[in-house]
Structure formats: C-alpha cells, structure tokens
C-alpha cells in the first residue's frame, strides 16, 4: 500500500542509494571484473575495512542483506547442536522467519534489560545449562548474538562490550554483533565505541550498509582467519553468493573511502535527535533512551491522528505499556532524510 | 586474478547492466517505495510478466540470484523427504556447494541426453522407486528439474518439455525450469519455445535477470496460487528477500516493458553464432550443438595459446572425451558483448 | 550416578518392560520376520490399536521413542516455512535439545494455562499472525502440539480438547497432540477422554509405550491415509525405522490384547494418588492438581532431607513460586510401581 | 509379504535376538537404572569396547540403529558446508531416504574398487576440488565414509586402511567405518585386521550389533574426547537416545564379555563359506569374492526357481552385468543361521 506525497518517516529504507553510491556503480558498470566477490573493487573495500578495524588479519566478506548475514554466520560458526543467545526481541527471534532454525540452530532467549543482551544474563544461562544433570536433554550454547543498535535504537556501551567479551571467553562463546543499523551507533552521542572496539571485542561483526546509504550489502569481518577460509561455502550453500560481487565492493568502496559512511549516518542521528528534543519539550513521554536513527515517542490517539493529518507517516510499534492506551510509534531517518522534512515535522510538533 | 586488457570471453556476467536499466535506477533512485516488493514497480514488472506469460493467474515473486532461486523454489515446494531428479552436471548437483542439500534435499541423478533431461529417463527412474520393495528407503521423487539452456548451451524444445509435462503429470511430479539464461535460449534458432510455452508446460521456472541485462535479480513465476501465497514466508526464511525489493522491480520492468530482454538477448546470440560459424569454417570441431550464447569449441594446446596472445579471454571448460589431448574450451557472449570485439575474434579466428 | 537401595519415585522409566511384553519378545525371539515393521506382529498391533480407536482407516506406524516421534510427525507434516504451537514448558521445546529445529521449525510459545495450550491463545496467535503487515517475516502457523498429559502431570479434557479441534479446524492447523503418557492420562479421575475421543479429535497422536510397560516403542496413529502413505520415508530419512520392527508389533499386541495397557496404568494412577492423598492428609501443599501418575508436593528442605533419610529416591522439579524457599519435587508412579513401597512410602507420609 | 516355511536366507535380521541376550535382558529386568545410557550396564560395555580396542582413552556411545548412527556422527562431526566421500553404492547414498542430506550434508560420490573406496580416488578428488578456481560453489570434502564389509560383503584389508588413514591425515578428512556388520568382517578369512587396529587407523567407527546377535544397537566409538563430549548432544538432537539405555548396555555388555560377539560371527561366515565353497564346485560364479556372511552367486532363472521350490528363501540382488540375463543374488547367513539349514542348503546345491 502506498500512500502518495506523505513525508516519511516510517523506514529507514525506503529511498535507493546515496548520490555517491549511484554515481560509483554507474561510473563502474562498463568494467569487466571476475564474479563472485574477487574482484579489485572488492578487495579495495576490504582493505579499507580492515584499515578502520585496524587490524591486517580480518577476514571481510560482503553479502547481500541482514538475514542471510545472520544465518550464513550461525550455520557457518556453531556446531550443529548448538544454538544462539538473544533477547526475546532479536531479530533473528522474531523477524526472520526461522531462518535461523532453517540450518538448525536454536535461538535461546535470554531477558534483556532495555532491548539489550546482558552479560550477566549470559553467564546465567549458561552455567544452568552445564549444570543440569540433564544438559544434553538441551541445545548446547554457542553463541551470543547482539544488535547494535538494537531493534529499539539502544546502543550498547564499551563497557556492556567487554563485560559480554569476558563472560564469551570465560564460557567459549563467540560473540556476534547485528550491525544493520552500525553506523547510527557509531555516530550516537550514546556510544563510546569505535570500529575497532568492536573488531577487538566481536569475533564476528557485520557492518550494514542496507540501510546506511548503499542499496544493499552488509560486511561480514571475521576475526578467525581459519573461520573465514571456509565462510565463502557457507555463502554459497546459503545462496547468499551475488554473481557480480563487484555491485558490493563498488558500494563499500564509496561508503569508506572517504568517511562517507559516517558522514550520512550522523546526519541521520542530528536529525533525529532534533526531532526527540522537539517532542521532549512538549512534554511527550519516549519509550526509551534511543539516542540513534530511530525515537519512539508515546502517542495519544488524537496525536497520532494529528501527525497523519499533518502529511507525516511513522510506524505503529506497539501498545504503551502502562496501559494508558496511548500508542508507541516510531520515526525513523536515515541518510536520505532531508532537513526540510525534519523542519516541517519539527514544526508540527511544536504546533501540536 | 584480474588481466587488464583482454577482450573478455569467458563468462556473462562480467559487465553491470544494461544502461537502460541504470538509467532506470537512477531515475527512481530517490522514490520513496515500501520494502521487500511489494512496491509499484515490481507490482508492474508482475504485470508485465504475466501477460507475456498470456495468463493473468500466475504468480510472480523476484529473487537476488539464482542459487538462492532454486534452492527456495525446491525447498518450498518439496515435502522433506522428497528429492528433484537433475542430470548429472545439474547446477544444483554441482556448482551450488549442497544448497539444496543444506535444506534437506537429495539431488536424484538420471542419465542425460546431450545434458538434457530425457522424459524417458524420468519415467523409468521414477517407476524403478516405486516398484522397488524397500523404497522407503530411498529419497521419494518430487520434481523434475531441468534448466534452459542447460550448462552445456543446449536448449529444450517444445517436444521435449511437453514429453516431460506428460511424465511429470503420470508420476505427480513438479517441473522446474532454471532459466538463468532463459533470454538467450528463447532467441536462439534452435528454440522453438515461447514464454507462454513455458508457463503452460512448467509449474514454476524463472526467468534470469543477472545473466540477460541486469545487475542481479530471477524473476520466479508459479502456475499455483496456493503456492505463491506461500512462497513469501519461503523466501525470507531462506534470506532471499530483498530489502529495497524495488531493486529487482525497476530491473525487470525495464526488461519487459519494451522488449529490452529479448533484443539484448538476440544480440548476445547472434554473436555466438557469428563465433561459431567462423570456427566451423576453419574446420573447428565443437563439444556440441548449442544454439545460445554459450560456444564450446574443442581446441589444440596451440590454438588456445594463439588465441591467449591474440588478447581474447575464454573459460576452460574440461578435457576433449576422445583422448585427443585437446581442450573443450568456452566462448560467451552476453547483452554486452560489442560487436567490435565479435569481428575481432571472428578475423583472428580466420587467421588461425 | 546410581545410588543403591533407594526405593525410587523419581521417574517412570527406571525398570525395563511388563513381565508380559518379555514373555511375548522371548516366545516370539525364533520367528523369522520381514524386517521394518511390515511383520505380522506389527500388522495386527495396527488392527487392535485402530479397532480401540474404533475407525479402520486410520494410519498407524511404530517408533521407538518420544523425541523421534515428535520431531518426524512435526517434519513430515509441516511446510519448510511452518512452524509449531506449544507451551513455553512444551517437551518439544525445552528438552528435545533443537530436534525440531534441526529439521527447521520453529517453536512458536503461546503462554499455557496449567501448562496446557488454551484453544483461545492459539486463535489469537493466529489471528495476529495473519493481521500482521510483515507477517511473511514471521514463521508461518501449521500445527498445534499438546502432550496429554502435560510434563506436569495434568491431562487435557474432552472440552478442551474441542475447543482445540474447533480452533483448528478454522485456522487450518494440525492438531498433534504427544502421549509419551497418554496411559497414566486415559486412567485418571481427571480425564473424561477415551482413545476413540482422541483418534477422532487429534489429526495424528501417538501412544507411549516406553513409560507404560513396553521396552521402548510410541504408536503414531494418522488420520490422513494420504500422509500415512508417505509417513514411512519420514522415519526411515529421520533414522527411526528399527530394523527388528517386529519388536515394536510384539509390544504393542501384548499392550492391546487384552487390555494390559491400560490395566497397568490404572494402577500406577492408583499408586499415584494414594501418595498424594497422603500427602494431603498431612497439609502438604501441590503445585498443581495432577490426577495422574506424576505427583508434584511443595517440601521444605527438612521435608525433602526426611525422605531422602527414610530411603525414598524423587526428582527435584523447581523451586515455590510463592517465594517461600520450598521446593517442588516430583513422586513418580509407573506400571512397576510396587504397592508395597507405595504403602511404605504413605506410612513415612504419616509419620513425617 | 511373509512366506511361510520356507528356510530364509535373504537377510540378516529376520531374527530376534542371540538367546544369552535375550537372558540378559530378563534377568536385569528388574533392576531399576537412570536411563539415557549413563547406567552401570552401560558403563561396563563401554568398558569392554575400550579394553579389546586396546584404548582406555575412547569414547563410546550407543546407538539404536545404523542410519541413525551415521547421520548423527556425520552431522556431528562436519561443518554445515563440508560433506563426505563414499562410493556410489554406499548406504548413506542409496539407502537411507536422503537421511544425510536432511541434515544438510552431501554424500560425495567417488570411483568405487569393488564396493570399496580407494584411497588413491580420495586424493584425487581432494585435490581436484581444491585445484578448481571455484571450489567454493562446490562441496568442501570433510570425511571419508567407509563401510566395511561393504554392501556387497567385501572387507577393508589393514593396508586399505592404512593407505586411506595416510590420505585423510595428509588433506585433513576424517576417517569413518560403519561396522553395521563389522563382526563378520572381523571373523573372515578376507581380514587380516583387528577390533585394535580399526579403533587405531580410524577417527570414529561403529561396532554392529542389530545385524550380529543383538535386538537392536550400534557402538559408536570415537578417537577424539573432545568429539565425544558434544556426541551425547547430537544423539538427542537427532532423536536416538534411547530412554531405557540400559538395554543397549546389557547387550553389548553381554556380546563383549566372554567374546560372543566373535563366536556367532564365526559361524554365520562359517555357514556362509560352506554355501559358496558348494556352489563353486558346481561351477557356479560369483559377483564378487566375499568372504563374510553374504555370498552373491550368478543364477539362472531355472536355477533360482529350482532353490525356491526347494523351500530356500533368497534376495534378488541385480542383474548379471555380463548381459547373460542371469541374476546376482544374496544369500545371508547369520549368528541365528541353522546348521542344519545350511547342510540342507548344500544338499540341495549338490542335487541342483
């Protein structure tokens, strides 16, 4: 259903590429490259990559979108008998149609305290698990698989970071960071995290560039080299393998070689942090302390029908939780938001 | 390994795409559509494809690539304990690292014909498993999968596909056309099968974009509507589903909505066949008989050599079968073949 | 670790088969079957098993344990795409270590009442499933699992059970329901249900014979002849078809007979409830009102420390949920169950 | 389809169990053990395993049957993306309704030398798939699966062994025998190998006992500890452990404990020698040189009805591959074969 001259702030994937982005893949379209991802485009992107990780060793390798990275990773890195800690809400729980179980992993939902995984929680789990005398009655942990941000745009923290790194080598997990939305994390004044904190403290990461200014493409780094070695079967047997990979490199190419990544997604996180402070002042409750591309203020019915009146769409998210009956929505920017826009929204919002 | 200069002859997707079609992206670059195709313009590609098709009921879903297209297509379609008869040097058999196994499917090899899937065969195989005593010990049949043009550049004919409708209709099975390079067999003078053949005599098949003018993209199209309905939750599970899926829609309108795929297609043939003349004049012997924009000539180690330091890049492809020593090498053309580079090769060739 | 000399009410599989069954598997040993459960013992275990459930054309095969038959049942059935209704505490998705996983379904949790699947949460399920904008981004529904009785104890009634099918039936949901103890259920106070209520209201259930006197063995019994057909690839793909079938036949005829399953069940009932009964005398609290041969007392530590002094072996089930620091454990009867030790236990009751 | 009074020599299961096991199973009855095969009959199996392999060091597991034995060590032991080379005719090929590839694995066919595998063939495709420029889009080689005596009765000698062991060290395979009828393998004039030898040459094997004097039963032994920790995982997973494990200890407790395994070997291949030995001295071929319990002389027509008449049962096992129109057929004999029976069987090969 679409619904014509609305000023959207529903997704942050609505729009194609970023200008930059288009302009490399049709400056590149005549060149003649070897398929598969080997290509000399591919291999600047990885560099590039590796460089901002700042480490030589990584293995990086491109796929096409978020649930192919999330299953190819797990099928590729767990054992068949082991499953994936996440919270109730991850992705990978909720959003992606069992792929996950598809290849025969498990997802073992542990209680997240504001949409993340918590260390402590981990470590729970898993010493219940070893110490029930019945433990292979159960899937044997193996992995804790995180989104930063998480599906509510909380970031997590350098110190949430090392606390899971600590309980994974403690227990002989690996640790997975969900980065689709990586780059309004980085550029959040809610995270102290470099990239390559997260290449420290990850063993595997991906870096989303979906819906970060590319049409497609998530990096997967690795880094295991011994892992990464076998991956690119992993990403064939998946059906995850695109034929012209350069249509990848050329994308994260552009994305990184001037800082355009991180350039397109503080945009997005200004212009959502304006349109947070704009609600805050008029007194409008938030469902939590997102500080990315993606703010869920708590509506009233009236309200909600004000903004469409207004020409603004937004997501339903879901019910409040107080039982006010007011409604949790989300407005969500990107790198294709234009001021504008957010000016006309802000407008709106000062008017309500 | 990249050689800079050759005149590149060795595979079909080594270009981008087609300009109409970056153009068309371009153009619709900054549109705001919803995600994951359902958007207008792969509402109109379906249109599209369906009336070329000559039948409004069919239902049509658009994937990245083709691995990811057959693997979804079998595993959606296939009860679990089920298998898809192929021939030996079927994709899916070989070059897609257990895909199809990967979701629990057995690939049932029966003899080919000129790589082709005889009805006969299929008869005979399928009879053999259910007249035997212990076939439950045995995968069950399910499909019949056969591609057009297959591997070898080898097209089905009208006869042969309705000699395999007729079986799969006796036995209960589904038949599967993998048209990764549908484009170059519908044109090729030795096809005397139209779209609409094909969607009358198959139960789903697709029509490859990535090989015929786009930058990726399988447009999938089932007779069934029951199965459609379902093919959605199919696709996501196996990671397919694209995100900005009015990538794949603006492709495949541009390549149905004037003709684009069938022009481009020809061109691509009539290349080859300009190719294979020039050999067949000098006396060249060839693998077999293909029609399409695939020519596998068999070479001597000089001839290969010539053509090497004559700037002209072409595909190993195995040893001749007569014990001759030579090579059964392969030449393709594709959409963006120029014909400058065709009279090249075509003059060296008759250098020789 | 075995602890010698303990009279034990800590599970319900401790002994090994019905003096009976061994009877019947010794005079039995010498016969020379067809392998794979298409001996005649396995043929008339078929006809007494569907002339109890009073309808001749269901379909009825052999297996050797629960987890095994969950898992083909659920992979036989089911779509790629689909997945499974159950409680949180469901033995498919807690103890079964990704059985069902590993075949690609997902376990979809719906929250139990007394640790049953109430028919409205499974409508409502449903329903938000389908009104769900992205619900091709969510596992689809296919079937509804439920194990009468339940893992604590408490059985499914006729008017649940309709409730069930009714739900079902406007839904287009399976309804499987696991009787690993169906035996201790069909005998207890608490049920109002016969096996014919069951053959009539279930799409495909199964009858458990490794806790109710057989060795080892479940009895999957179909409505649908049309799955039964292709009911035996499944077993043999998920590697449960026992070459000596005819151990399967012989148990269940012995079972069917003369009525010895059920005989056997009544009294470990009878056992069952005489303990709690004991129990209750003494103002000992439930944590629910099991009527079958799993009994579940609140203990404080001293309570829990006297049996174990006295010589009474019971499994620890959790801890009070009303905070109190007690803890739930578990007496267990079974079909070998002496009435001596269940009288020695009462007495120890009294005098606690 | 039973036949009655015929003498049957068609396979090796048409019985139930040696009677000192059948003995053993009455006599522990009673007892009460843990279940899930960590009871004391278990342990003492384990042990005697342990001790003629020569090994205190090994893992051992107990399996039900053969398929599940294969795909749970298969699944267990390889990645998601790797598969296993075997021969054409392997059972995990053929005979297993695709059991392997359920869980995601391909069975990779090489050149078989007499049902065997040939080391040198190992190699080669080992490094034909690591040669191959795109050896990611094919099957990444993990294991070698062997069974030995092979489906047509042939047996691995200590040097076919020792020349696969040194091929697997060198590319990093492992190294698996099915012994699904290892005791005949073991007790044939054709071996010159040992219990010690197969525990030492490699990684996992199985010892069977379903086909060999048990009811039902595989012991998985496996090299690797680490390997072993994680099996009892996979078991569950894969819906093989058995609830009541003691009886698969109190067989194989029984079968180990004073050599009766070796002995009713001895005689099933005793018997089956003196069946071959009769038919070569009426000048009958044979298909192969099998020395163990399964001989497979070349028929006529006339002849197999002359043996059918005479009350011999016997499976068809192909036709002749000489065009002759004769018929290869099997007969087997086992620990239950009759003395008698086979001199009956010879009398009339004498009179034929």
């Excluded at 990979?245 to 070689?257: A, D, K, N, S, W």
């Excluded at 991180?262 to 805050?280: G, L, N, P, Q, S």
Aim: proline share 2%; hydrophobic share 40%.
């Amino acid at each position: 259903m679409e619904t014509i001259n609305m000023i959207r702030f529903e997704s942050d994937y609505t729009e194609g590429a970023h200008p930059q982005i288009i302009d490399a893949l049709v400056r590149s379209n005549e060149e003649q490259c070897p398929g598969y991802g080997v290509d000399r485009h591919c291999e600047r992107a990885r560099a590039l990559i590796k460089d901002l990780c700042g480490n030589p060793n990584l293995g990086v390798e491109f796929l096409v979108g978020g649930t192919q990275a999330n299953v190819t990773v797990i099928d590729a890195m767990l054992h068949s008998y082991q499953g994936v800690f996440c919270v109730e809400t991850g992705h990978i729980n909720v959003h992606e149609t069992g792929a996950i179980e598809l290849t025969g992993h498990k997802c073992l939902v542990v209680p997240g305290v504001d949409g993340k995984v918590p260390a402590e929680e981990v470590r729970k789990a898993y010493k219940a698990h070893w110490r029930s005398a019945d433990h292979e009655h159960m899937v044997q942990p193996g992995m804790v698989y995180i989104s930063s941000p998480a599906e509510n745009g909380v970031v997590y923290t350098k110190s949430d970071l090392i606390a899971l790194r600590r309980v994974c080598d403690e227990c002989g997990l690996y640790l997975f960071m969900d980065g689709a939305r990586m780059g309004y994390g980085l550029m959040s004044e809610g995270s102290d995290l470099t990239l390559a904190d997260i290449a420290e403290l990850c063993d595997v990461f991906y870096i989303g560039g979906t819906k970060v200014g590319a049409l497609f493409g998530e990096a997967v780094v690795f880094k295991s080299r011994e892992m990464h070695r076998s991956f690119r079967y992993a990403i064939k047997q998946h059906g995850g393998m695109l034929a012209k990979g350069r249509l990848l490199g050329v994308q994260f190419e552009t994305l990184f070689e001037d800082g355009l990544y991180f350039t397109i997604a503080k945009h997005a996180v200004d212009c959502a942090m304006k349109i947070r402070r704009a609600f805050e002042t008029k007194g409008i409750e938030f469902w939590n302390n997102s500080t990315t591309n993606q703010q869920f203020p708590i509506l009233t019915n009236e309200q909600m029908e004000y903004f469409t009146n207004a020409g603004f769409s937004y997501a339903i998210w879901g019910e409040a939780e107080d039982g006010s009956g007011r409604t949790i929505v989300r407005f969500c920017t990107s790198w294709a938001t234009k001021s504008e826009n957010v000016d006309a929204l802000v407008a709106a919002i000062e008017k309500m």
